[in-house]
C-alpha cells in the first residue's frame, strides 16, 4: 500500500525558502503524477505544482515564478521549494499522488506557518 | 484565485438522503471534464471518495454517488450517518489553470 509523508520546517520566516520533502513508501515513482497541494486555514484547497515520473513539471500560474518541484528516484522522494514566502503562504501543504486529472492518495500533510 | 462553487454547508438527520452541488464554468466542469470529490474527516487529510464523475474507489459505501449535467454536478449521499459528518470538496481540471481546480468545500453535519 503506497505511503506519503511530508517533511520539513514547520516554522519559515518572510521572504525565506520554504522547502519540503514528500517521501514515498509501498511503490515506485513511477506512472503517476506527483503533486504538493496547499489548504489554507479557510480550508481552501490550491494545487501547487506536479512532476510527472517522466521528469515533465507545471506550476500553477499564480505560484510560477516562485516554485521548484524536484525528485530523487533514488530515494524515492519529491520536493517543493516555494520561494519569497509571505503570511499568505501559511498553510497546511499535503503531498499527493494521482493522474493527471485527479489525487488518489494523500499525505497526512504537514502546517507551515510564515512568521517572523 | 477562482474556485468551483457549493454551498457553505448543508445538513441532514440520519437515514435521509442530501445533495452537495458543485457549479463550474466552461473552462472546467462545462467544458467536459470529470468531476473529482474528497471526504475530509476533522483533522485529517482530503481523501477520494468519488473519481470520474460517479467511480468509487475499493472501500467507499454505494450511499455514495455523483452526477454531472452541463457546468454543475452533484454529490449525494443516501442513508446518511454520523461517520458522514465532515467537509467535501469537488474538484475538476481548470483549462485556465492547466490543473487541478477545487470548490470551496461544504461542511455537512448529521443532525
Known amino acids: 500500500q503506497v505511503q506519503l509523508q511530508e517533511s520539513g520546517p514547520g516554522l519559515v520566516k518572510p521572504s525565506e525558502t520554504l522547502s519540503l520533502t514528500c517521501s514515498v513508501s509501498g511503490g515506485p515513482l513511477s506512472t503517476y503524477y506527483w503533486r504538493w497541494i496547499r489548504q489554507s486555514p479557510g480550508k481552501e484547497l490550491e494545487w501547487i505544482a506536479f512532476i510527472h515520473y517522466s521528469g515533465s513539471t507545471r506550476s500553477n500560474p499564480s505560484l510560477k515564478s516562485r516554485v521548484t518541484i524536484s525528485s530523487d528516484t533514488s530515494k524515492n522522494q519529491f520536493s517543493l521549494s516555494l520561494r519569497s514566502v509571505t503570511a499568505a503562504d501559511t498553510a497546511v501543504y499535503y503531498c499527493?499522488?494521482?493522474?493527471?486529472?485527479?489525487?488518489?492518495?494523500w499525505g497526512k500533510g504537514t502546517t507551515v506557518t510564515v512568521s517572523s | 484565485q477562482s474556485v468551483l462553487t457549493q454551498p457553505p454547508s448543508v445538513s441532514g438527520a440520519p437515514g435521509q438522503r442530501v445533495t452537495i452541488s458543485c457549479t463550474g464554468s466552461?473552462?472546467?466542469?462545462?467544458?467536459?471534464?470529470?468531476v473529482h470529490w474528497y471526504q475530509q474527516l476533522p483533522g485529517t487529510a482530503p481523501k477520494l471518495l468519488i473519481y470520474d464523475s460517479n467511480s468509487r474507489p475499493s472501500g467507499v459505501p454505494d450511499r455514495f454517488s455523483g452526477s454531472n449535467s452541463g457546468t454543475s454536478a452533484s454529490l449525494a449521499i443516501t442513508g446518511l450517518q454520523a461517520e458522514d459528518e465532515a467537509d467535501y470538496f469537488c474538484?475538476?481540471?481548470?483549462?485556465?489553470?492547466?490543473?487541478?481546480?477545487f470548490g470551496g468545500g461544504t461542511r455537512l453535519t448529521v443532525l
Open positions: 499527493t499522488r494521482g493522474n493527471y486529472y485527479y489525487m488518489d492518495i
Open positions: 474538484q475538476s481540471y481548470d483549462n485556465t489553470l492547466s490543473g487541478p481546480l
Open positions: 466552461g473552462a472546467n466542469i462545462g467544458a467536459g471534464y470529470d
